[in-house]
């Protein structure tokens, strides 16, 4: 279901230029767009939980302490980025070495809480993909993981691009200079579908750091109710939409021109 307020990208296009400006393209009140651009685990995978808790445990292994608040608006970042910034944020040693001792910790706490519950796809989500494919509408998942890390989960999911699979494109941060709030995801994997409108994007995320980058791309922002944070979180900082799931997306009448 759609929680956002109908009419809402139309009426923030004709707002003040202080205001994050919605980019939606309409034709006859159809939102007109080329790619969707989506983030992983809350988002579009059910990962259980287990990316909080590999985290705060590879962290945690230092010495150095956690804030759940700390964790979360680290979330949806460069992992490495992140841990670097927990070590520092807890008392631990933020030095290069020390998180990237931290992060190979993390990459074998997160095997095998995957090994004892892989991650599934969240409800919907797999048929929603399906629908705007069929609709000519490209698909793009984007991560703060690096290439092995995605690359395995989406093998336990068995999906994969190409022209007759589910997916057009993965960006991962092995792929970009920076992660999120950083456009860089967002634009990379307009580069590899071949998509050059920022406007005709559609870019969806369960964090902060989601939407931020959404925003800092120029695309639509739509933040999703599936991962940890719920609307009253999420409603205070810049979107178009706010979603259920992305497995209400087809329902914003998606097209392609």
Known sequence: ??????????????????????????????????????????????????????????????????????????????????????????????????????????????????????????????????????RGVRVALTTGFDDDVARRMLATLDWRTGPEELLDAVVTSSDVTAGRPAPYLIHHAMELTGVRDVRRVLAAGDTVVDLEAARNAGVISVGVLSGALGRAELEPHPHDFLLDSVASIPDLDVARA
């Not at 992983?40 to 010495?63: N, Q």
């Not at 956690?66 to 680290?74: F, I, M, R, Y």
């Not at 070590?87 to 992060?103: E, I, K, Q, Y």
Request: net charge negative.
């Open 1 to 134: 279901m759609l929680v956002s307020q109908p009419g809402h990208v139309d009426r923030i296009a004709s707002a003040s230029p202080d205001v994050h400006r919605a980019v939606a393209v309409r034709r006859q009140d159809r939102i007109v767009i080329d790619l969707v651009a989506l983030d992983m685990a809350g988002t579009t995978i059910d990962d259980h939980g287990s990316v909080y808790a590999a985290l705060r445990g590879a962290v945690e292994e230092t010495g150095a302490s956690v804030d759940p608040g700390d964790l979360q608006a680290w979330m949806g970042t460069d992992k490495t980025d992140a841990i670097g910034a927990l070590l520092r944020l807890g008392g631990g040693d933020p030095s290069p070495a020390a998180a990237a001792a931290a992060f190979e910790r993390f990459r074998v706490i997160l095997d095998e809480l995957y090994r004892d519950e892989p991650p599934v796809a969240l409800p919907g989500v797999a048929d929603a993909l399906r629908m705007l494919r069929d």
